[in-house]
């Protein structure tokens, strides 16, 4: 009886996003100001339970951010991704972090992220840009644009 006690408590340790954010390797020592923002534009769109800001370039969508209203959370695609580990680097201005992530089949690393995540704050106002990389995953920064920031309020009303 008891080890079942302890199998629920870690389970449900587990499935807390807070806990898998205390899990997830810090970010190597690296500066978002040593980054230069790709050229690219930013779009954005709404749809039912939730909304969506891609970032494209010329070669296409690179990174997206998607707001899931039923689960209250944002994720943050990176698209193209030959290969990468389960953890995806966050860099803004102020908070540089390391999140779980999943690696799909379709070359896709995506990191979700409670809205009540500081983090989101952070990539919300950081100054002019923001970056991310996992290993197997290059280190990108895109433009703060206010698309970004209509995607994590559309996921916190």
Do not use: H
């Amino acid at each position: 009886m008891k080890m079942l006690r302890i199998a629920s408590a870690a389970l449900a340790a587990l499935a807390s996003p807070s806990a898998l954010y205390a899990q997830a390797p810090a970010p190597s020592t690296f500066s978002i100001d040593s980054l230069t923002a790709s050229a690219g534009t930013w779009s954005y769109r709404s749809y039912a339970g939730g909304s969506e800001a891609a970032f494209a370039d010329a070669g296409g969508t690179r990174l997206l951010l998607r707001c899931n209203r039923v689960a209250r959370t944002v994720s943050i695609a990176r698209t193209g991704v030959p290969a990468a580990t389960g953890a995806m680097s966050v860099w803004t201005s102020s908070l540089s972090r390391s999140v779980p992530a999943r690696f799909e089949a379709t070359r896709v690393l995506t990191a979700d992220v409670a809205v009540t995540d500081p983090l989101l704050d952070a990539i919300s106002l950081s100054r002019g840009k923001f970056g991310t990389s996992a290993l197997g995953a290059p280190a990108v920064a895109v433009p703060n644009w206010a698309e970004v920031s209509r995607v994590i309020e559309d996921c916190r009303s």
